[in-house]
């Protein structure tokens, strides 16, 4: 079973959509990772968080850590935010991250 | 902005070859990390590293592994006899390592991507 798990695998969307990306996690965290993943292969960071709410521009990320449970949020999607999104996460006593499978995201113009 | 840097970006080499996957770090960062990523599949932790030694490694991180800090800029991954099964992208990630949780976030570099004929 993997210890991070995300939906939905695939998601297409129209230019200006809100969209929500699910991750649950089944391990004790000492923090969740939202990352981005464009074709090319590159992995970039978009929030760490170990409680509650944060917000960068037209991206919002929450955490429910009873629940063990996160979700990404786009407002306002656009084309240039076609990626896939990974959450990840490091365990209690450890600083590795364990990848949830990614989230294929297609936006439309 | 400083970033983590990988060469080369693009490996083609035979089956039972040694291959060398060089990365620079950024240069304040003191924990360095190997992930790989099969074409399609989720990536996985290999091993990290810290103070000139191995802190932690996953099952996939045999024998055939290595890594080393030679200097105090590069950090390199050695296979020592690929297999076909190896062929995968590569990434280095460094953190700060300093005061937790903020400084342990993971900065990646672009991969290697690592073809085994």
């Known amino acids: 079973k993997n210890e991070v798990e995300q939906s939905p695998q695939n998601l297409t969307a129209q230019e200006g959509e809100f969209i929500t990306i699910n991750c649950s996690y089944s391990?004790?965290?000492?923090?969740l990772h939202w990352l981005q993943q464009h074709p090319g292969g590159g992995i970039v960071s978009l929030f760490m968080?170990?409680?509650g709410k944060k917000k960068h521009g037209r991206l919002i990320a929450t955490i429910n850590i009873q629940e063990k449970h996160s979700s990404l949020h786009i407002t306002a999607s656009h084309p240039r935010d076609s990626a896939v999104y990974i959450c990840?996460?490091?365990?209690?006593?450890?600083?590795?991250?364990?990848f949830g499978t990614g989230t294929r995201l297609k936006v439309l113009a | 902005e400083p970033e983590v840097t990988q060469t080369p970006s693009h490996q083609v080499t035979q089956m039972g070859q040694e291959v060398i996957l060089r990365c620079v770090p950024i240069?304040?960062?003191?924990?360095f990390y190997w992930y790989r990523q099969i074409l399609g599949q989720k990536v996985e932790f290999l091993v990290s590293?810290?103070?000139?030694?191995?802190?932690?490694k996953s099952e996939i991180f045999d024998d055939q592994f290595s890594v080393e800090r030679p200097d105090g800029s590069n950090f390199t991954l050695k296979i020592r006899s690929t297999k076909l099964e190896d062929s995968a992208m590569y990434f280095c990630?460094?953190?700060?390592?300093?005061?937790?949780?903020?400084?342990?976030?993971?900065?990646f570099g672009p991969g290697t991507r690592l073809t085994v004929t």
């Open positions: 990630a460094s953190s700060e390592a300093l005061f937790w949780p903020h400084s342990y976030e993971q900065y």
């Open positions: 391990v004790g965290i000492s923090a």
């Open positions: 590293f810290y103070n000139n030694e191995i802190s932690e």
């Open positions: 968080l170990s409680s």
């Open positions: 240069s304040n960062h003191l924990y």
């Open positions: 990840a996460v490091s365990t209690s006593g450890t600083y590795k991250y364990i």
